[in-house]
């Protein structure tokens, strides 16, 4: 049953470790897309490529444009300028052409004759730049050359300076400048082009020019220009031949366009950039080249044509530019275009890294997350493992235990029983220790939970020092503890814990201490500030006070004269705490209003003893499990080291925090500050009626005397008999105390008059020579025929001998053997005042099993099982403790018998139960519960015995019991749980809590 | 004389005893168990013994039943019956037969019909080896009561 239990629930942690990493895995876009981001990044690559080379082309683009519009203006301009140049020196030869013909045919005789023409030519040659030269030719017909042959003494050559053939016309030159002389007498007429160029010169009576040759002359490529001359004016529109008719010669000059065009743009900036020919287009299927060479380099791809117009119809020019270097690659748009790539090139690789880099963070949170869950698991199941662990090997042990109690009862020679004895004790000492190691996996598995249910501290305390008082007893120890009045008697918490400290820690202090004291020591931490003023007080008067030589050794006022580690406790602050304590106690109910006023108390619980200490070197990881302050320690004093941690973790689970101040040799002081709740007044009213019957109040009023040396130890026994309700008065001696009396005996006679005296047994043994005054104290007091007082003495560990003594001393009523506890001290004052003949006070005492017996006497349980057999084992074990019980098979019969109004005190009910399991039985009994408390509420309530309402405790049974449900079992309307099959203190820690807290009342 | 009969008889118990608890076949909880026996229940133990031995002989029945069916679904069931097992094998302190009823579980929890025939029969050997122990045990005892019994107008 308990495997399946834990089964399923490692089911669930798995289950729950997968939806946890399920939900956890929230995909970003990011990580969703991890397989495309490199194809992202190359797209990105491509995309930025693409948009610098479009950059690129675009600014080269717009270069090329600029470059062609460089281009086009330049040619423009060198054009234009060709063509006024080549017009100015058009009109020149225009002007000549008139010259000629105002004086050579109007004037009769001519005024020119070649030298004044070379003359004039000359000086005004400035005025034709173009011109290499100009010269006049006569038109001869033929029948007058023989005529002009003899006039001017030559004959008419031809172009081949050969004497002319016969022809219809003739043009021989008869004026010429002097750079071009050498074509006088030259037929122009001979030459192809001329006679084109003058047959077209007088049709059209304008200037024409030839195509382009080689001049004879410079044998640079040149034209020539021919004007008609005529000899008689002509009409204002003439025809063809009319022109023909008049035309009397032609001039001519020839444009050297080669030298021309070199000086024109010689005279240009940006000259060397570009190249320029020019062109005669008339015949457009074969251009002729005018200026520059044929097949040059350059930039073919770029040109710009100009139109050139020279004045002549006929023919047709043209200038075409080109640049002399090819386009420069453009570096500007070349590096902007790249700079642009390498930017977007690294943006795109900076987003692809961080793309990356998030993928790979996130990946690595994921693992971290994943781990994490993991670690978290393995912590949990590792805890549940050593509570499995530590449940299974405590079966086992039981069986063991059990067996050797077995072998215990047989018949055994004395080194056998020894023997087992021995591993009894070693087992037992085994259960501890896996009791603790249970305990420390539940507390880091955060299985253990804390009660709160108000309790009793001093009575805890007291049950604590019960506990160790054999041991202190056998070594001699003081062992004693103070809690001050200030402390509220009752405080919310959980006992359990508390005494599992209190537990720990005066263990640790008894194991570790050989003389001296252990002193347990409650305040309130609610106003530090005493303490500190009483601190402050230590330090300015320590010297004086701190310590007084008595008889040899050095004295401290510590609980047993022995120096303790932590100064603050000393004697001058306890006492000053004390009084403080004391003076608010009895000033004013005000303070304790204000108090109660308050959700929480603080304590502060100091654990002092006058041990070995701990070595500086190991104080700081005295907290840590399996720690002790080094191997030799548990070799002489045993233990794991486990305890102070387990300790650690219940104070902080209480919401306090534990330090301490340790000097080796001197001892230790373990101070530990937590925090209970208050009771509420009601219950606190209630509680303190069945808390006052443990102490009996018949010792109310009664005066006592307490005879101590050591202030601190005579306030712990007053503190013990206060709690008692007696009156008690402080003597340092036995004298004081005797004059006290005497004192009071005669003065007044009624106002102390000891009922008991109690007496150290030191202070007796150091005033023993007055033990006159002490037989005066009873001499006195039987003088007065009051009633004797009580002598008590009071000793941590007495010999026979001076029990004697003490007897013949007169301590005859008895002595009361320490550690103090208040119950104890009252059981001795009922024995020797002789006022409780019955023995109730014992029943405290008693173990376990009866306490359980008294508990369950007479009460009338119902077990619900499904199981006849765990029913019958049930009922036998509550049987044995003296319960009535009754059985119930089913849920449906528990129903049945629980039907109000029934007679059961308690039911222990089985969870796992065919057709109607406990959970559920339980929910509809407290349905029922419910529904009759309201029909009784909301009847009358008149008469009707029963206050309380119906609340039938129930009780799961389980066989799990390290996850024992308990939270499911408390939901349903559970009072708490056993584990099966029973266990005798399992059942007692059960049965307990909800007999003592909620006594019923009609039993 | 009958002292020494006496004496072997708890001799004998115990050695029983020590070797159930040395097999692992019994536990603490037996021991508990004994000690609930007291004056009004002298037979306490063989009381619950025999009902568990009554109520696991019809478990085991219907086990081997609900197995052998042809066609076989009633692993629920049979999860039922044997947390009943579990439960009272417990209470007695037979760790043995509890085990013997995980293993069973885990079986049926797989559904390897298979498996639960071989934890049947292990747990069926199991029974029937615990039963003739505690059966002698209890004869033991028994006895032990008669020699009590027999010694006991001797002494006055």
Same mark, same amino acid.
């Given at each position: 049953? !308990?495997?399946?239990?834990?089964?399923?629930?490692?089911?669930?942690?798995?289950?729950?470790?997968?939806?946890?990493?399920?939900?956890?895995?929230?995909?970003?876009?990011?990580?969703?897309?991890?397989?495309?981001?490199?194809?992202?990044l190359?797209?990105?690559?491509?995309?930025?490529?693409?948009?610098?080379?479009?950059?690129?082309?675009?600014?080269?683009?717009?270069?090329?444009?600029?470059?062609?519009?460089v281009?086009?203006?330049?040619?423009?301009?060198?054009?234009?300028?060709?063509?006024?140049?080549?017009?100015?020196?058009?009109?020149?030869?225009?002007?000549?052409?008139?010259?000629?013909?105002?004086?050579?045919?109007?004037?009769?005789?001519?005024?020119?004759?070649?030298?004044?023409?070379?003359?004039?030519?000359?000086?005004?040659?400035?005025?034709?730049?173009?011109?290499?030269?100009?010269?006049?030719?006569?038109?001869?017909?033929?029948?007058?050359?023989?005529?002009?042959?003899?006039?001017?003494?030559?004959?008419?050559?031809?172009?081949?300076?050969?004497?002319?053939?016969i022809?219809?016309?003739?043009?021989?030159?008869?004026?010429?400048?002097?750079?071009?002389?050498?074509? *006088?007498?030259?037929d122009?007429?001979?030459?192809?082009?001329?006679?084109?160029?003058?047959? &077209?010169?007088r049709?059209t009576?304008?200037?024409?020019?030839?195509?382009?040759?080689?001049?004879?002359?410079?044998?640079?490529?040149?034209?020539?220009?021919?004007?008609?001359?005529?000899?008689?004016?002509?009409?204002?529109?003439?025809?063809?031949?009319?022109?023909?008719?008049?035309t009397?010669?032609?001039?001519?000059?020839?444009?050297?366009?080669?030298?021309?065009?070199?000086?024109?743009?010689?005279?240009?900036?940006?000259?060397?950039?570009?190249?320029?020919?020019?062109?005669?287009?008339?015949?457009?299927?074969?251009?002729?080249?005018?200026?520059?060479?044929?097949?040059?380099?350059?930039?073919?791809?770029?040109?710009?044509?100009?139109k050139?117009?020279?004045?002549?119809?006929?023919?047709?020019?043209?200038?075409?530019?080109?640049?002399?270097?090819?386009?420069?690659?453009?570096?500007?748009?070349?590096?902007?275009?790249?700079?642009?790539?390498?930017?977007?090139?690294?943006?795109?690789?900076?987003?692809?890294?961080?793309?990356?880099?998030?993928?790979?963070?996130?990946?690595?949170?994921?693992?971290?997350?994943?781990?994490?869950?993991?670690?978290?698991?393995?912590?949990?199941?590792?805890?549940?493992?050593?509570?499995?662990?530590?449940?299974?090997i405590?079966?086992?042990?039981?069986?063991?235990?059990g067996?050797?109690?077995?072998?215990?009862?047989?018949?055994?020679?004395?080194?056998?029983?020894?023997?087992?004895?021995?591993?009894?004790?070693?087992?037992?000492?085994? %259960?501890?220790?896996?009791?603790? @190691?249970?305990?420390?996996?539940?507390? *880091? /598995?955060g299985?253990?939970?804390?009660?709160?249910?108000?309790?009793?501290?001093?009575?805890?305390?007291?049950?604590?020092?019960?506990?160790?008082?054999?041991k202190?007893?056998?070594?001699?120890?003081?062992?004693?503890?103070?809690?001050?009045?200030?402390?509220?008697?009752?405080?919310?918490?959980?006992?359990?814990?508390?005494?599992?400290?209190?537990?720990?820690?005066?263990?640790?202090?008894?194991?570790?201490?050989?003389?001296g004291?252990?002193?347990?020591?409650?305040?309130?931490?609610?106003?530090?500030?005493?303490?500190?003023?009483?601190?402050?007080?230590?330090?300015?008067?320590g010297?004086?006070?701190?310590?007084?030589? %008595?008889?040899?050794?050095?004295?401290?006022?510590?609980?047993? !004269?022995?120096?303790?580690?932590?100064?603050?406790?000393?004697?001058?602050?306890?006492?000053?705490?004390?009084?403080?304590?004391?003076?608010?106690?009895?000033?004013?109910?005000?303070?304790?209003?204000?108090?109660?006023?308050?959700?929480?108390?603080?304590?502060?619980?100091?654990?002092?003893?006058?041990?070995?200490?701990?070595?500086?070197?190991?104080?700081?990881?005295?907290?840590?499990?399996?720690?002790?302050?080094?191997?030799?320690?548990?070799?002489?004093?045993?233990?794991?080291?486990?305890?102070?941690?387990?300790?650690?973790?219940?104070?902080?689970?209480?919401?306090?925090?534990?330090?301490?101040?340790?000097?080796?040799?001197?001892?230790?002081?373990?101070?530990?500050?937590?925090?209970?709740?208050?009771?509420?007044?009601?219950?606190?009213?209630?509680?303190?009626?069945?808390?006052?019957?443990?102490?009996?109040?018949?010792?109310?009023?009664?005066?006592?005397i307490?005879?101590?040396?050591?202030?601190?130890r005579?306030?712990?026994?007053?503190?013990?008999?206060?709690?008692?309700?007696?009156?008690? *008065?402080?003597?340092?001696?036995?004298?004081?105390?005797?004059s006290?009396?005497?004192?009071?005996?005669?003065?007044?006679?009624s106002?102390?008059?000891?009922?008991? @005296?109690?007496?150290?047994?030191?202070?007796?043994?150091?005033?023993?020579?007055?033990?006159?005054?002490?037989?005066?104290?009873?001499?006195?007091?039987?003088?007065?025929?009051?009633?004797?007082?009580?002598?008590?003495?009071l000793?941590?560990?007495?010999?026979?001998?001076?029990?004697?003594?003490?007897?013949?001393? !007169?301590?005859?009523?008895?002595?009361?053997?320490?550690?103090?506890?208040?119950?104890?001290?009252?059981?001795?004052?009922?024995?020797? #005042?002789g006022?409780?003949?019955?023995?109730?006070?014992?029943?405290?005492?008693?173990?376990?099993?009866?306490?359980?017996?008294?508990? #369950?006497?007479?009460?009338?349980?119902?077990?619900?099982?499904?199981?006849?057999?765990? &029913?019958?084992?049930?009922?036998?074990?509550?049987?044995?403790?003296?319960? /009535?019980?009754?059985?119930?098979?089913?849920?449906?019969?528990a129903?049945?018998?629980?039907?109000?109004?029934?007679?059961?005190?308690?039911?222990?009910?089985?969870?796992?139960?065919?057709?109607?399991? !406990?959970f559920?039985?339980?929910?509809?009994?407290?349905?029922?519960?419910?529904?009759?408390?309201?029909?009784?509420?909301?009847?009358?309530?008149?008469?009707?015995?029963?206050?309380?309402?119906?609340?039938?405790?129930i009780?799961?049974?389980?066989?799990?019991?390290?996850?024992?449900?308990?939270?499911?079992?408390?939901?349903?309307?559970m009072?708490?749980?056993?584990?099966?099959?029973?266990?005798?203190?399992?059942?007692?820690q059960?049965?307990?809590?909800?007999?003592?807290?909620?006594?019923?009342?009609?039993? | 004389?009958?002292?020494?009969?006496a004496?072997?008889?708890?001799?004998?118990?115990?050695? #029983?005893?020590?070797?159930?608890?040395?097999?692992?076949?019994?536990?603490?909880?037996?021991?508990?168990?004994?000690?609930?026996?007291?004056?009004?229940?002298?037979?306490?133990?063989? *009381?619950?013994?025999?009902?568990?031995?009554?109520?696991?002989?019809?478990?085991?029945?219907?086990?081997?039943?609900?197995?052998?069916?042809?066609e076989?679904?009633?692993?629920?069931?049979?999860?039922?019956?044997?947390?009943?097992?579990?439960?009272?094998?417990?209470?007695?302190?037979?760790?043995?037969?509890?085990?013997?009823?995980?293993?069973?579980?885990?079986?049926?929890?797989?559904?390897?019909?298979?498996?639960?025939?071989? /934890?049947?029969?292990?747990?069926e050997?199991?029974?029937?080896?615990?039963?003739?122990?505690?059966?002698?045990?209890?004869?033991?005892?028994?006895?032990?009561?008669?020699?009590?019994? /027999?010694?006991?107008?001797?002494?006055?």
């Amino acid at each position: 049953m !308990g495997l399946k239990l834990k089964q399923s629930y490692r089911h669930s942690v798995t289950v729950r470790v997968n939806e946890q990493m399920g939900t956890k895995r929230g995909y970003t876009f990011i990580q969703a897309n991890r397989a495309w981001l490199p194809k992202f990044l190359l797209l990105w690559v491509m995309v930025m490529a693409f948009l610098s080379a479009w950059i690129y082309k675009n600014m080269d683009d717009d270069n090329k444009v600029r470059r062609k519009e460089v281009l086009s203006s330049m040619c423009d301009q060198r054009a234009r300028m060709l063509q006024d140049q080549f017009g100015v020196s058009v009109n020149h030869v225009h002007a000549l052409a008139i010259l000629v013909s105002t004086f050579h045919y109007y004037k009769d005789p001519s005024a020119i004759d070649q030298e004044t023409f070379a003359e004039y030519t000359a000086r005004t040659a400035f005025e034709r730049p173009l011109l290499s030269g100009v010269a006049y030719a006569e038109r001869v017909r033929l029948s007058e050359r023989e005529k002009f042959e003899r006039q001017h003494g030559w004959t008419i050559k031809t172009m081949k300076r050969e004497p002319s053939p016969i022809r219809d016309e003739y043009a021989p030159v008869i004026f010429s400048q002097e750079t071009v002389s050498y074509i *006088e007498s030259l037929d122009m007429m001979s030459g192809e082009e001329d006679r084109e160029n003058i047959l &077209r010169a007088r049709a059209t009576g304008k200037a024409v020019l030839t195509s382009p040759f080689r001049l004879l002359g410079s044998h640079h490529l040149g034209v020539v220009l021919t004007f008609p001359v005529y000899k008689s004016k002509l009409p204002p529109k003439p025809t063809m031949e009319e022109r023909i008719e008049a035309t009397a010669g032609f001039l001519g000059g020839a444009f050297d366009v080669e030298s021309l065009v070199e000086n024109l743009l010689g005279q240009l900036a940006g000259n060397q950039a570009i190249l320029v020919n020019v062109y005669d287009i008339t015949n457009s299927s074969d251009h002729l080249i005018m200026y520059g060479h044929q097949n040059q380099d350059g930039d073919l791809a770029l040109f710009h044509e100009s139109k050139l117009d020279f004045g002549d119809p006929f023919r047709k020019h043209q200038m075409i530019c080109r640049y002399h270097q090819e386009a420069p690659t453009s570096w500007t748009a070349l590096t902007t275009a790249f700079l642009f790539f390498v930017i977007c090139l690294l943006v795109g690789y900076i987003l692809y890294g961080a793309a990356i880099h998030i993928v790979k963070v996130e990946d690595d949170f994921h693992e971290m997350q994943e781990l994490m869950v993991r670690a978290e698991a393995a912590d949990v199941a590792k805890s549940q493992f050593l509570a499995t662990v530590s449940h299974e090997i405590r079966t086992p042990m039981n069986g063991i235990l059990g067996m050797l109690a077995l072998l215990l009862d047989t018949d055994l020679s004395s080194t056998q029983r020894d023997y087992a004895q021995t591993a009894q004790v070693c087992g037992k000492a085994l %259960i501890t220790l896996i009791n603790e @190691v249970l305990d420390r996996a539940k507390i *880091e /598995a955060g299985k253990l939970e804390l009660e709160t249910v108000p309790f009793n501290l001093r009575s805890i305390l007291d049950d604590v020092l019960s506990l160790f008082s054999e041991k202190s007893r056998n070594k001699g120890l003081e062992l004693a503890v103070f809690v001050s009045d200030k402390v509220p008697e009752m405080v919310m918490g959980d006992p359990g814990r508390f005494r599992q400290i209190i537990t720990n820690l005066v263990g640790n202090s008894v194991k570790f201490t050989e003389r001296g004291h252990i002193f347990v020591k409650v305040h309130v931490a609610e106003n530090p500030k005493p303490i500190d003023d009483a601190k402050a007080e230590t330090c300015l008067n320590g010297g004086s006070d701190e310590g007084a030589l %008595i008889s040899g050794g050095r004295q401290f006022n510590t609980l047993s !004269g022995y120096e303790a580690a932590d100064e603050q406790n000393s004697w001058d602050s306890f006492q000053h705490l004390f009084n403080a304590e004391a003076l608010q106690n009895d000033a004013s109910g005000k303070m304790t209003v204000a108090d109660e006023a308050s959700q929480s108390v603080t304590l502060m619980v100091s654990v002092e003893d006058t041990g070995i200490g701990i070595p500086l070197i190991a104080q700081e990881r005295v907290f840590t499990p399996f720690m002790q302050a080094d191997s030799s320690t548990s070799r002489n004093y045993g233990g794991t080291g486990i305890g102070l941690s387990i300790t650690k973790c219940l104070v902080e689970l209480m919401g306090g925090h534990i330090s301490f101040i340790s000097r080796p040799q001197v001892g230790s002081t373990f101070l530990f500050i937590t925090t209970f709740g208050r009771c509420k007044k009601a219950s606190l009213s209630d509680t303190k009626k069945s808390n006052a019957e443990d102490l009996p109040s018949s010792f109310r009023g009664l005066k006592a005397i307490v005879v101590d040396g050591k202030p601190v130890r005579a306030v712990v026994t007053r503190y013990h008999l206060k709690r008692l309700g007696m009156l008690v *008065e402080v003597a340092n001696n036995v004298k004081i105390a005797a004059s006290a009396c005497g004192k009071n005996s005669s003065s007044c006679g009624s106002k102390i008059q000891p009922d008991i @005296v109690l007496v150290e047994k030191d202070s007796w043994l150091s005033g023993e020579d007055d033990s006159s005054s002490l037989q005066r104290l009873d001499w006195k007091q039987n003088g007065h025929m009051f009633k004797l007082p009580k002598m008590i003495l009071l000793a941590t560990n007495i010999t026979n001998a001076e029990l004697e003594k003490a007897k013949a001393a !007169g301590f005859a009523d008895t002595t009361i053997m320490k550690p103090l506890r208040a119950s104890m001290i009252a059981a001795c004052l009922q024995q020797v #005042l002789g006022t409780g003949k019955k023995r109730q006070l014992g029943k405290g005492m008693l173990n376990g099993s009866s306490v359980l017996g008294s508990l #369950l006497c007479g009460k009338k349980i119902l077990v619900v099982d499904d199981n006849i057999v765990n &029913r019958r084992v049930a009922a036998g074990a509550l049987k044995k403790f003296g319960a /009535a019980v009754e059985c119930a098979e089913s849920g449906k019969a528990a129903l049945k018998l629980l039907r109000l109004p029934h007679s059961f005190d308690a039911c222990f009910m089985d969870i796992q139960m065919p057709e109607m399991d !406990g959970f559920e039985a339980t929910r509809r009994i407290r349905m029922m519960e419910s529904q009759t408390n309201e029909q009784m509420n909301g009847g009358t309530d008149k008469g009707s015995g029963r206050k309380d309402e119906w609340h039938l405790p129930i009780l799961a049974m389980t066989a799990d019991v390290i996850h024992a449900t308990s939270d499911e079992c408390l939901k349903c309307g559970m009072d708490g749980y056993v584990s099966k099959p029973f266990e005798e203190e399992n059942l007692y820690q059960a049965v307990a809590k909800f007999f003592e807290t909620k006594p019923i009342s009609d039993s | 004389m009958m002292g020494l009969v006496a004496d072997r008889l708890r001799a004998d118990a115990n050695r #029983l005893l020590a070797f159930l608890f040395n097999q692992g076949i019994l536990d603490e909880q037996f021991l508990q168990l004994q000690q609930l026996r007291d004056e009004s229940s002298p037979n306490f133990v063989s *009381e619950v013994v025999n009902i568990h031995f009554h109520e696991s002989e019809k478990l085991l029945r219907n086990l081997r039943s609900l197995l052998m069916d042809r066609e076989f679904s009633g692993y629920n069931k049979m999860g039922i019956h044997l947390n009943q097992f579990m439960g009272s094998s417990s209470s007695i302190g037979a760790k043995r037969i509890r085990n013997a009823c995980f293993a069973f579980r885990a079986a049926s929890e797989q559904n390897s019909r298979a498996g639960c025939l071989r /934890a049947l029969e292990l747990l069926e050997h199991d029974y029937c080896f615990l039963k003739n122990k505690l059966h002698e045990l209890f004869q033991i005892q028994q006895q032990r009561v008669l020699a009590a019994g /027999a010694r006991y107008p001797m002494q006055n």
